[in-house]
């Protein structure tokens, strides 16, 4: 298997440097039914996937209800999921007030089983040009390096103020490109 990557050639009329460049995005997968979720997990594992989907449905339950208490909530075979903020920093305590939250955050943080998929992976990309014929494809030969917002010095980063954790664990300041 391999992510799939478009790098298609675009006008750039803003930045520092303007004009024809490619511009890398994921090319589109399809979204899986939540059924056949159910029912891959049910071959798998021999358990009945309407068991399997009561017990998916308690679990999510369980999790929403931890993370909206501050808790850094695991996920089995996935990672650890919370809650939490970004928000503007100020210099006074009299300023600290709601007003400064900016948005509300979910941070995933994946396991090492998980990080070692995704860097294991190949990625191909398409080079397209502007009507989206194909240049040429290409396939991965990176790192594979693994941005990890909870670890500044393996790729993530922190700034003053900047994105606050929901408690549990994992509380602090952390950014990292959320996009």
Same mark, same amino acid.
């Given at each position: 298997?391999?992510?799939?990557?478009?790098?298609?050639?675009?006008?750039?009329?803003?930045?520092?440097?303007?004009?024809?460049?490619?511009?890398?995005?994921?090319?589109?997968?399809?979204?899986?039914?939540?059924?056949?979720?159910? $029912?891959?997990?049910?071959?798998?594992?021999?358990?009945?996937?309407?068991?399997?989907?009561?017990?998916?449905?308690?679990?999510?339950?369980?999790?929403?209800?931890?993370?909206?208490? *501050?808790?850094?909530?695991?996920?089995?075979?996935?990672?650890?999921?919370?809650? *939490?903020?970004?928000?503007?920093?100020?210099?006074?305590?009299?300023?600290?007030? =709601?007003?400064?939250?900016?948005?509300?955050?979910?941070?995933?943080?994946?396991?090492?089983?998980?990080?070692?998929?995704?860097?294991?992976?190949?990625? $191909?990309? =398409?080079?397209?040009?502007?009507?989206?014929?194909?240049?040429?494809?290409?396939?991965?030969?990176?790192?594979?390096?693994?941005?990890?917002?909870?670890?500044?010095?393996? *790729?993530?980063?922190?700034?003053?103020?900047?994105?606050?954790?929901?408690?549990?664990?994992? *509380?602090?300041? $952390?950014?990292?490109?959320?996009?």
């Amino acid at each position: 298997m391999a992510i799939k990557v478009i790098a298609q050639l675009r006008e750039l009329k803003i930045g520092k440097n303007p004009g024809k460049k490619f511009v890398m995005r994921p090319d589109l997968y399809s979204a899986i039914a939540e059924k056949k979720v159910f $029912q891959e997990a049910a071959t798998h594992s021999g358990i009945s996937s309407g068991v399997i989907k009561a017990a998916w449905d308690a679990a999510g339950e369980v999790i929403r209800t931890w993370a909206t208490e *501050g808790h850094s909530v695991p996920l089995p075979g996935l990672g650890t999921m919370r809650f *939490g903020v970004r928000s503007k920093a100020v210099d006074n305590l009299d300023d600290v007030k =709601t007003g400064l939250i900016t948005t509300r955050r979910i941070i995933f943080t994946p396991n090492v089983e998980v990080k070692d998929e995704l860097k294991n992976t190949a990625i $191909q990309i =398409t080079c397209l040009d502007e009507d989206g014929n194909v240049l040429k494809r290409v396939t991965s030969g990176d790192s594979g390096n693994i941005e990890d917002n909870e670890n500044p010095e393996n *790729g993530g980063g922190t700034e003053n103020g900047g994105n606050t954790g929901g408690g549990g664990d994992n *509380g602090g300041s $952390q950014t990292g490109d959320d996009d």
